[in-house]
């Protein structure tokens, strides 16, 4: 059963970036494949792009293209998700979440990290 | 904007039945299976339905869904106080090439 665990909140600057990690207990993260959801304060949830490991492959939602990076590291069980040129309003709790359904076109996310809360301000 | 719509809050009384719609389109409900999430607030959401109406591993029979043509619903029976919480609809757009939520839905047990 696979459990995941992200770092820590963090506070940024708009123009800089953050790299939030979910580490993955339970199996080696390259047997699964990854999301990473947002959800803004008192907004909905947004999805933000996913990784398939075994193919080193990655899909990013066209709003984050070009300033997000998502990527695992098998020998530490652990995804990554980078999101670069911070802005005011990338104030979110992240979460990263195993998906589930077709390989490329997730359907459900089972389970999901406990998220991390992310704070733009200048 | 969400690219699926939900009511933004339903009520209802203990031990009653509610109902939550998600309305797509024919390129997400349409071609894709439909899930739905229970979040209590602070926490992270939890998976409840997958495939459209299989219930995740642990969660109640009380909780139900379905799926037409271009909208799902979700049922919850029997309701509990511990039922309140926000739902959210989830599904792949094939014409968005991504995953598409609803705006959530809050559920108050009156």
């Known amino acids: 059963q696979v459990h995941l665990v992200q770092s820590g909140a963090e506070v940024k600057k708009p123009g800089s970036s953050v790299k939030v990690s979910c580490k993955g207990s339970g199996g080696t993260v390259s047997r699964y494949t990854f999301s990473w959801v947002r959800q803004a304060p008192g907004q909905g949830l947004e999805w933000m792009g996913g990784?398939?490991?075994?193919?080193?492959?990655?899909n990013y939602a066209q709003k984050f293209e070009g300033r997000l990076t998502i990527s695992t590291d098998d020998s530490t069980t652990t995804a990554y998700m980078e999101l670069r040129s911070l802005r005011l309003d990338d104030t979110a709790v992240y979460y990263c979440?195993?998906?589930?359904?077709?390989?490329?076109?997730?359907?459900?996310?089972?389970?999901w990290g406990q998220g991390t809360l992310v704070t733009v301000s200048s | 904007q969400s690219v699926l719509t939900q009511p933004p809050s339903v009520s209802a009384a203990t031990g009653q039945k509610v109902t939550i719609s998600c309305s797509g389109s024919s390129s997400n409900i349409g071609k894709n299976s439909v899930a739905w999430y229970q979040q209590v607030p602070g926490t992270a959401p939890k998976l409840l339905i997958y495939d459209n109406s299989n219930r995740a591993s642990g969660v109640p029979d009380r909780f139900s869904a379905s799926k037409s043509r271009t909208s799902a619903t979700l049922a919850i029976t029997g309701l509990q106080t511990g039922d309140e919480a926000e739902y959210h609809c989830g599904t792949w757009d094939t014409s968005l090439s991504a995953v598409v939520f609803g705006g959530g839905t809050k559920l108050t047990v009156l």
């Open positions: 990784i398939i490991p075994f193919f080193a492959t990655t």
């Open positions: 979440a195993r998906e589930g359904g077709p390989y490329g076109s997730p359907q459900w996310f089972d389970p």
